[in-house]
């Protein structure tokens, strides 16, 4: 029998923290939820994998021996694509499982922050998120109104066609999608060398082939479900959200929440990515140290000396700021009114 739910992503070594972090994340502002949790990979330590196991009882599932052949063909041909690739065409086995009413596919770089119950219950058939190209489409119908010029944008995945397009690491399918047919109509895209030659050199992967094969089959949904820092302009100024009506918040680009940052370093490089990493590090907290009592003690230390030392000094352009503006007080004079 068919089970109503499934939650899937893709790990490897290198994401595994971010995967438990979605997984504990996902389970938490999700109480309700008891279908299956798929975890696809290439390879995973088996440290990585009890770790994962400890929160759910995880299905791992290793990639197919179709998507691997395809891979190494199309590797062999353009050797130039990204390392990583093989990784990247891993969220394509989504559309082998064929025990799930809905399944729901996040990206491991990407932390739940409210339920999203209502994306299982959905009766469409596929829900996802814009991406940048289809944002900047919005946006150029706003700039005509402006003065400003508007963007110069190229062609969505190298297809002349393709303007409402999504990002993969938010999928909502239902089983009308699960099937064969999709599943080898997706996977035959990768012996296409016309679609790489240009385009899959540049980082465009899973999320080209599948904005190709389903096209005009996507029900698009806010930014609440994929909110992504890397364009969080797009989603405040477009779609009228800011992070705290973020239900699923995407780490996409090269800033990874795990990487041990310094917040000198994102302050310098993204200042705004500085709010979403805290959010991430304090799930982890919670996730990874929550039973931790010398952690806790540290941080208990941590937040006294701060209280009670630095916590009381107003800062010092704060100061200069209050001495400069600070005049004194004139003599006011009293007026008796009848």
Known sequence: MKKAYCLATVTCDNFALGTEVLIYSFLKYNPWFDGDIVVFIDHLSSANKARLSAHYPVKFIKRSEQIENATNRLRKHLPTLRADLHLRLLSLEILRLRDYEKLVFLDSDGMCCNNIKEVFDSPNDFLAARDGFAYEHRANELLKKT??????????????????????????????????????????????????????????????LLNIYFQHKVTLVDGRYNFMPFIEQYIHQLDKLT????????????????????????????????????????????????????????????????????????????????????????????????
């Open 147 to 208: 003065p400003f010029d508007a963007l110069t944008i190229p062609q969505s995945y190298g297809q002349n066609n393709l303007i409402h397009t999504f990002n993969s690491g938010f999928m909502a399918i239902s089983s009308a999608y699960l099937t064969d047919e999709h599943y080898q109509g997706v996977v035959s895209l990768i012996d296409d060398l016309s679609l790489w030659k240009d385009f899959g050199s540049k980082g465009f992967t899973d999320q080209m």
């Open 243 to 338: 992070l705290l009506d973020a239900k699923f918040i995407h780490f996409a680009g090269v800033i990874k929440p795990w990487f041990n940052y310094d917040d000198s370093e994102i302050l310098e490089l993204a200042p705004h990515y500085l709010k979403y990493l805290h959010l991430w590090r304090d799930v982890w907290t919670e996730c990874t140290l929550g039973s931790d009592d010398q952690f806790a003690a540290w941080k208990i230390t941590q937040q006294y000396d701060w209280t009670e030392h630095s916590g009381a000094k107003q800062p010092l352009t704060m100061q200069a700021l209050s001495c400069e503006y600070e005049a004194p007080l004139s003599p006011v004079k009293v007026v008796n009114q009848i």
